[in-house]
């Protein structure tokens, strides 16, 4: 389980160095399937939570709208990539470009994926969009 924030940074190469914290997790040669939602924040599924989502996505009826755009947008930005023997995942051009994840990033623990994001961006949309009381009520509903 990934948790907190932890500051980092990609290299002119493109390559995310995994905070030590996050590190800790992964065997020696963990291979992560890395993507995007919306091309706005880098996602790193390690393998086995990636395919969870293809054993869902494989019971969807290949007919389906919402499983199509998902493969789209996440085959568009996605991409597999091995973690090197310094720790390092490249992430993919197209997503770099999109989501701006260069130089000074934040990696985000989010249970079972990390994601990667524009620092500045991110501390933007931090005080643009705080979490709501309506936020709030429906994270109650659920015990939070």
């Given at each position: 389980?990934?948790?907190?924030?932890?500051?980092?940074?990609v290299d002119e190469k493109g390559r995310?160095?995994?905070?030590?914290?996050?590190?800790?997790?992964?065997?020696?040669?963990?291979?992560?399937?890395?993507?995007?939602?919306?091309?706005?924040?880098?996602?790193?599924?390690?393998?086995?939570?990636?395919?969870?989502?293809?054993?869902?996505?494989?019971?969807?009826?290949?007919?389906?709208?919402?499983?199509?755009?998902?493969?789209?947008?996440?085959?568009?930005?996605?991409?597999?990539?091995?973690?090197?023997?310094?720790?390092?995942?490249?992430?993919?051009?197209?997503?770099?470009?999109?989501?701006?994840?260069?130089?000074?990033?934040?990696?985000l623990g989010k249970q079972g994926i990390?994601?990667?994001?524009?620092?500045?961006?991110?501390?933007?949309?931090?005080?643009?969009?705080?979490?709501?009381?309506?936020?709030?009520?429906?994270?109650?509903?659920?015990?939070?």
């Amino acid at each position: 389980m990934f948790r907190g924030n932890h500051p980092a940074r990609v290299d002119e190469k493109g390559r995310l160095k995994i905070p030590a914290d996050f590190k800790r997790e992964f065997p020696e040669k963990q291979e992560f399937y890395v993507t995007s939602l919306d091309g706005k924040r880098a996602q790193l599924y390690p393998i086995a939570e990636w395919e969870k989502k293809e054993e869902v996505l494989a019971k969807m009826p290949s007919t389906s709208v919402a499983k199509i755009k998902f493969l789209d947008v996440t085959s568009y930005y996605g991409q597999m990539v091995e973690m090197d023997t310094q720790g390092r995942v490249l992430l993919p051009q197209i997503l770099r470009e999109s989501a701006r994840v260069d130089g000074e990033v934040v990696v985000l623990g989010k249970q079972g994926i990390l994601e990667v994001v524009n620092h500045d961006d991110f501390k933007a949309e931090m005080v643009k969009a705080p979490l709501s009381m309506q936020d709030m009520a429906a994270l109650a509903e659920f015990g939070l």
